[in-house]
């Protein structure tokens, strides 16, 4: 590996910005994993077709191992280790919590990607709809459904919450001005 | 029932009827926060300081002598530390564990010629993956290709090319098993449904391939292991062997791991090429198998088996007698035997009083990577064949297949039932199961919708598949099969350790390592039921092999039983030293206490001051010897080893196999499908499994094992197959050519529980692990042939393709 | 596996490309959506010496109607097609083929100039195209060229196109008013690589007689080819279940030799592709009858 192959590039990784010297060759997956640490993206199959390896790139998912770390200066990059706020689990990881859409927990984060992706696309998808935004993603161990479940859950979570919002703001202070006679 | 020689047969036991607090409860897996925010450390996460990346350079070969290889200019490559050809690896490795009794002899790195398209004949260690396998580029092997045996008809032909030339033929194992008075129930039947019924081979697949960190210490003469092998306890002293290491210098640590269905037993290879490399640089070096090196090399493709089977049937539909004859392609090695084949004998005869089996096995050699197991180990080739044969006994005889199978259970009062083969169920209540699926299948509703489909020129068709689900292994199926006498893997034990600290705080130790389950989530119930403390209370650690108490890791659908029966002994011996302390303390008798709520009690004195908290006596047995009752050693811990629960051995003429996986669960399948009679899709309408695998720990883990194993029984049924070539050349090395079901390919899986308890293991638990595998082929075939009958179809081989079914519609032979 | 190394360009603009390709000569390939190059790379089946990566020229990614042509740049993602609601119409099968490509992560990434380039024999756009009498857009040192799609596939993952020349654009003629159109492919897995496709163009005259009818298949041959003898057979025609049929006898009849792999045999490909003709055929009747 000679110098000139190195390639500075500044990728930001779940709001950071993280400057990396790497090979142009260098995968993103591999950047994650290997030089960032973040071995949350899991590897597969390398070969494009499992997704173990999604992640999103500027809010879209993309194979990590179907992308150079060069291609990726510039982009927001988001991987299962930025989904959480602090120990809050992101919804949808919560909902996968709660329907056990897991088991080994390998393909998981691909399809945590995959499905964060479907829900701001689509806030309310039908069954269908989750099953084809996830046939990009193999899981060996649940058969599916316990995922679709929990991507259902997490889009009837949101819807709830939308509705919630919605709904009049009661200013309580008013409330109790009112009805102390103040 | 006469019993061989009983090993620790608890039969008398009674079945428990208190209420649980614990197990039998939908919690949420402790497992799953780490795993669903990416905490979790699989072995590709593991670094090292100094650590080195391995590539393996692949036979591009079936069945090839190696004249030469050079490899200088891999060497010289910047960024290489170490390139190994099997010749050099020599000094450094033996060969490869291998449980077979035959002279199959496997190395990690082929030596003299290669066997398999795959197989590894270069490994190399260097700074990144990258350089590695750009160094493999720079390797030059000098050929002599050799006629490769592509399948196992050709290799037994006379003057088949050898796969290894110290044995005289391709077919390393050849024997009949007679089971009761076979001739006699074919002579006495009335007729002979006879069925030539192929299955397909295939791979496990997980989505984590197979790999190990190993770094060696040569100072302290010691090497460490991170692999996500999981049987650790079991087979690392013979894996140290492979790296010509003293078993006590070699230290795995448990991995999370991502998935194995049979696949990651014994990762004798991976250990030795990583350890190889570690001990040729000094560096630690990670060998992370990539998914084509998992397809074509792991050593875990499931059997592919062509079976003459034949059922020996009355006219009012009694089976009576079941022969079944198979030429098995067990690929180029035979690490485990004929286990598979074994394994079946366990439950070949079904849920069915077929009173005789003869069962004939010939395992072939071919240029193809080894079989070994794949959930369901055989097994779930069994039930097919069966399920088959008995379809095919309803259309011959004119007869409803579920009267047919209602009319041959073994009834809920003939358990424990010994079956030909010698093999013990403990027990059932299958017409229940049965009820209870049909109950919730609405079969008159998918009657009528068929009707009207075919009416319309659509294909609906259901399929009922009631078959078993055979769970704790015991390890004779190993080894009976040959004459000798066994060494080696005899009972399979499990152990956990508990400790209570002086806060109170419980910590159990478990020296398996998580592979899928939910192994930390049923140890927390478990202990949390014994201790009368919320399972969340309870810490789960898991200890590596150098601080390893027996363990035989999972596989055969054993854990949750092993594991429970391991935490009960430790959580009595436990206790057993908290009543002391306690009785001491309160001046009672230690018979006069009882543990609740996390205290212990007087019994009929429900007051606090007449009581102690587990924190209490943590307290007190941790730092106030003096206050123990004279004599006791200080500290509050206990650790069980928890052996089969009910097992014996065979008998020397091997006519009786004894009990050797007796804690037999069943279930119901009922699949609707429609098929597309143009281009030969097909679609689920309707899923539904009725499962009996004793007491339920946790229902909603366990219904994701079967929903599970389904979805692999819809892959093996309709998608999946290794194929190799003519020239032995693996057609399937990607994701894109071996077909995993995707989420679309589902269906939805109504899953139903009848609970018969064990009463042989603790809580009456059975295992759960590999049902919905083992029973989904024969119902899925069964919709589909259902749904074509009207074509006249017959399905004799999976998986079954879009092609294929076009092709039996078209009136040829698949 | 990890892909060899090689030297990385990166053009912001089509021009910019068109000259680093002639720069570097033999050894150079464009990186567009990598969906399918870096697959290859990574498996090590090529080592390009200098990759030349067009994500930056931005003027590449456009989908334009204007005067009865619809314009799609080159590097615009599959996913900007399948979701463009303005393509509706005439054009739904275009959206129906794009859709059907890869997966999710596949078609954010993989553009319809790669599809195209790429030249699949079993890839989703190259039938559509046939089908939608396109021209592709090629640019070289000298300039622009065109190439009717007709042209443009010569055989697996070859084209037409000349080693330093650029795909830029696809043009498509806007099929007449009231035409329909659609794509419908088997796989052996819901999703996934097709075993094999058909796009299919309608147009019906004002008395629901067949004015015109042109018809791409995928999968089915070394290239993605033309169902001329079904279009034949239909042409001139009142739609109807036995005209479909015939049809399907006439396309299928016609293919010469279709590839046999892992997952069907050629005789299985011919098959489908009657199948698929029929139900193509009668999917964009159907529509084009709707709008009419």
């Given amino acids: 590996m000679h110098q000139e192959d190195i390639v500075i590039v500044t990728l930001k990784v779940n709001g950071v910005e993280r400057p990396l010297a790497v090979e142009p060759r260098r995968l993103l997956c591999d950047a994650l994993r290997e030089d960032l640490g973040l071995t949350g993206t899991n590897l597969g199959c390398e070969q494009g077709v499992c997704g173990s390896c999604t992640v999103l790139v500027d809010g879209e998912s993309v194979r990590s191992c179907l992308m150079f770390a060069v291609q990726a200066g510039g982009c927001e990059i988001t991987t299962v280790e930025g989904l959480a706020s602090g120990e809050t689990l992101h919804p949808l990881q919560a909902a996968f919590w709660e329907k056990q859409a897991l088991q080994c927990g390998f393909c998981t984060p691909g399809f945590l990607m995959a499905g964060v992706e479907l829900l701001r696309r689509n806030p309310e998808p039908d069954e269908a709809g989750v099953r084809a935004a996830l046939a990009g993603n193999t899981c060996r161990c649940t058969g599916y459904e316990h995922i679709v479940d929990a991507v259902l859950a997490a889009a009837d979570g949101a819807a709830r919450e939308r509705t919630f919002a919605e709904e009049p703001e009661v200013d309580v202070a008013a409330e109790v001005v009112a009805r102390e006679g103040r | 029932m006469s019993q061989p020689r009983s090993w620790r047969g608890k039969a008398g036991r009674t079945m428990e009827t208190q209420e649980r607090r614990w197990i039998g409860r939908d919690l949420k897996r402790r497992e799953d926060p780490a795993l669903v925010t990416g905490k979790a450390r699989f072995t590709n996460d593991v670094s090292l300081p100094g650590m080195l990346h391995a590539a393996v350079l692949r036979s591009p070969h079936a069945h090839a002598r190696i004249l030469s290889i050079d490899a200088d200019a891999a060497r010289e490559l910047p960024g ?176 999370y791991t991502g998935g194995s269905f049979g696949s990651k037993h014994v990762l004798g290879k991976q250990v030795a090429i990583a350890g190889a490399l570690s001990k040729a640089t000094g560096r630690p070096v990670k060998f992370m198998e990539d998914r084509a090196d998992n397809l074509m090399a792991n050593d875990s ?174 390890s004779t199926e190993f080894w009976f099969h040959n004459p000798a006498p066994a060494t080696g893997l ?50 789960v650690d898991y200890d590596s092999t150098m601080h390893g108490l027996p363990s035989a890791g999972p596989g055969g659908s054993r854990m949750t039983v092993m594991l429970s029966g391991a935490v009960r002994g430790a959580a009595a011996k436990v206790k057993k030293k908290m009543f002391d302390i306690a009785a001491h303390l309160l001046e009672a008798s230690p018979d006069d206490l009882e543990l609740a709520d996390g205290r212990v009690w007087v019994k009929g004195f429900p007051v606090e001051e007449r009581s102690l908290s587990i924190a209490d006596i943590g307290m007190k047995a941790y730092w106030h010897k003096l206050e123990l009752p004279e004599g006791m050693e200080g500290g509050l811990e206990g650790s069980y080893t928890y052996d089969h629960p009910y097992a014996s051995m065979p008998s020397d003429d091997r006519t009786d196999l004894g009990a050797f996986y007796p804690i037999m669960g069943h279930a119901c399948h009922v699949a609707v499908v429609e098929v597309d009679a143009e281009t ?107 749904a074509l009958s009207p074509l006249g179809v017959k399905i004799g081989a999976l998986p079954i393709t879009p092609e294929k079914i076009l092709t039996l519609t078209q009136g040829r032979e698949a | 596996m990890k892909p060899p190394s090689f030297r990385y360009f990166a053009a912001r603009s089509a021009d910019e490309a068109v000259g680093l390709l002639a720069e570097h000569g033999a050894g150079a390939r464009v990186l567009a959506g990598g969906q399918s190059l870096v697959q290859e790379m990574n498996a090590r089946r ?79 756009l190259p039938p559509v195209m046939l089908a939608l009498d396109a021209e592709v857009v090629a640019r070289g040192s000298g300039g622009d060229r065109s190439i009717s799609a007709a042209n443009f596939f010569l055989g697996p993952h070859r084209t037409a196109l000349a080693p330093a020349e650029l795909l830029t654009e696809v043009r498509l003629p806007l099929p007449p008013e009231g035409a329909g159109s659609a794509f419908i492919e088997v796989s052996r897995r819901d999703r996934g690589w097709g075993i094999a496709g058909a796009a299919a163009v309608v147009a019906l005259d004002r008395e629901g007689g067949i004015s015109d009818a042109r018809i791409g298949l995928s999968g089915v041959g070394p290239t993605a080819v033309r169902a001329r003898p079904a279009e034949e057979v239909v042409i001139g025609e009142r739609p109807s279940a036995e005209l479909w049929k015939a049809a399907a006898g006439a396309a299928a009849a016609a293919l010469d030799a279709p590839p046999s792999d892992v997952h069907a045999s050629g005789r299985y490909r011919r098959h489908l592709a009657g199948v698929l003709v029929a139900r193509a055929l009668a999917a964009a009747a159907d529509r084009a009858e709707r709008r009419n």
Wanted: proline share 6%; aromatic share 8%; net charge negative.
């Fill in chain 2, 490 to 539: 005899t009972t399979s034990p499990e152990s956990v350790r508990i400790g209570i600290g002086p806060t109170g705080g419980l910590t159990v130790t478990m020296f398996s390592p998580f592979w899928g389950n939910s192994p930390e989530t049923v140890v927390s119930q478990v202990v949390a039921e014994e201790f009368g403390v919320d399972p969340e209370e309870v810490a």
């Fill in chain 2, 680 to 786: 030969g899709r097909v679609e689920f309408l309707k899923y539904l499994a009725a499962h009996d695998v004793g007491t339920v720990v946790n229902p909603r883990s366990l219904q994701g094992q079967i929903r599970g194993g389904i979805a692999q029984g819809i892959g093996i049924a309709l998608y999946e197959e290794v194929r190799y070539g003519p020239e032995g050349e693996n057609l399937s090395a990607s994701l894109d050519e071996y077909l995993l079901p995707g989420a679309p390919d589902v269906p939805r899986v109504e899953v139903l529980h009848h609970e018969t308890p064990s009463p042989f293991t603790e809580y009456g638990v059975k295992g759960g692990g590999e049902g919905g595998r083992m029973v989904a082929p024969p119902a899925v075939t069964r919709a589909v042939e259902d």
């Fill in chain 3, 46 to 124: 090529v080592a390009p010496e200098v990759l030349v990566d067009v994500n930056p020229a931005a003027e590449l990614a456009f989908v334009r109607q204007e005067n009865g042509t619809l314009s799609i740049g080159a590097l615009t993602r599959t996913s900007q097609v399948e979701s463009d609601a303005t393509l509706d119409g005439s054009l739904t099968g275009l959206r129906e083929a794009a859709a059907r490509v890869g997966h999710v992560a596949v078609r954010n990434r993989g553009t319809v100039g790669g599809n195209l380039a790429h030249a699949d024999p079993a890839a989703n």
């Fill in chain 2, 301 to 474: 493709q499931g059997p592919e088996r062509v079976y003459d089977a034949e059922l020996a049937v009355t006219d009012e539909g009694d089976l009576l007698s079941l022969r079944l004859h198979t030429v098995d392609d067990y690929g180029a090695y035979f690490m485990f035997a004929i286990t598979g084949n074994t394994n079946m004998m366990a439950q070949i005869s079904g849920p069915y009083t077929i009173s005789s089996v003869e069962t004939g096995i010939k395992a072939v050699l071919t240029n193809k990577n080894q079989q070994t197991v794949f959930r369901g180990a055989g097994s779930d080739v069994g039930n097919w064949v069966l399920e088959r044969l008995v379809d095919a006994a309803a259309n011959e005889l004119g007869l409803d297949g579920i009267e047919l199978r209602r009319k041959n259970f073994i009834q809920p009062d003939q358990f424990p039932y010994k079956i030909p083969t010698g093999n013990v169920y403990d027990s059932g209540n299958y017409p229940a199961v049965l009820e209870l699926a049909l109950g919730h299948a609405d079969l008159d509703h998918w009657r009528a919708e068929q009707e009207r489909a075919r009416a319309e020129g659509r294909y609906i068709g259901i399929g009922i598949a009631t078959a078993q689900q055979r769970s704790t292994y015991f």
């Fill in chain 2, 80 to 255: 290489v530390h170490a390139v190994l050809t099997g010749r050099d690896a020599l000094e450094l490795i033996d060969p490869v564990p291998c449980f077979a009794a035959e002279p199959v002899e496997e190395r990690a790195i082929a030596v003299e010629k290669v066997r398999y398209n795959g197989e590894a004949v270069v490994a190399v260690a260097a700074d990144s993956r990258y350089v590695a396998e750009d160094a493999l580029g720079r390797v030059r092997v000098e050929w002599e290709t050799l006629e490769p045996v592509a399948d196992a008809e050709a290799a037994m032909e006379p003057g088949a090319p050898l796969v290894h030339e110290n044995l005289d033929s391709n077919v390393v194992y050849d024997q009949t098993f007679t089971f009761g008075d076979v001739e006699g129930d074919f002579a006495r039947a009335d007729r002979v449904i006879r069925r030539r019924l192929r299955w397909p081979r295939a791979a496990p697949a997980p989505m984590e391939p197979s790999g190990a960190v190993c770094a060696y210490d040569s100072a302290a003469g010691r090497m460490d292991v991170w692999s996500n092998t999981n049987m650790l306890n079991f087979v690392a002293w013979t894996i140290a062997g492979t790296l010509k290491m003293p078993p006590h210098r070699v230290n795995f640590h448990p991995m």
